[in-house]
């Protein structure tokens, strides 16, 4: 979980401010199944998440979209 909370900081204020405290409750609460899932989105470059947060995009992956 370590390692889930340190891949959440981007550096970027807007990511940090909705994946820090999101990954910190998933360290706390989150099913295997959605940390499986929270990680994949961590793979994603910034500007692809940035598009995703901000409704200027979708991921393709309907369980990631969730």
Same mark, same amino acid.
């Given at each position: 979980m370590n390692r889930l909370l340190w891949?959440?900081?981007r550096g970027v204020?807007?990511?940090d401010g909705l994946l820090i405290?999101?990954?910190e409750? *998933?360290?706390r609460e989150g099913s295997e199944p959605t940390i499986v899932i929270f990680e994949q989105l961590l793979e994603q470059p910034d500007p692809v998440? *940035?598009?995703w947060f901000f409704d200027r995009s979708r991921p393709?992956?309907?369980a990631m979209a969730r």
């Open positions: 891949r959440a900081r204020r807007e990511l405290p999101f990954s409750r *998933l360290s998440l *940035l598009d393709q992956d309907p």
